[in-house]
């Protein structure tokens, strides 16, 4: 389900330099992540963009989700 979920997610070059956009759309991941991270709600991005979707959101949300889980935390040494 959750790689389906991800087929939202589009990767073009030729669209918005390459960054992960909604299905193609001119409406990149980061810009959803930024606007709710600012408090814009889901109401109001349905409101600002007319061809999102809510899942458009939600599959954003689980895109970053997804990146940060594959992200790998190295201890640094404090030089004491």
Do not use: C, W
Request: aromatic share 4%; net charge negative; glycine share 6%.
């Amino acid at each position: 389900m959750k790689s389906q979920q991800l087929e939202r997610i589009k990767v073009n070059p030729e669209v918005m330099v390459g960054k992960p956009t909604i299905r193609g759309l001119r409406i990149t991941v980061e810009q959803i992540l930024k606007a709710l991270a600012t408090g814009i709600t889901h109401q109001e991005l349905l409101e600002d963009y007319p061809e999102l979707e809510n899942e458009d959101i939600q599959v954003a949300l689980l895109y970053a989700a997804e990146l940060v889980s594959e992200e790998q935390v190295f201890e640094v040494g404090t030089g004491a």
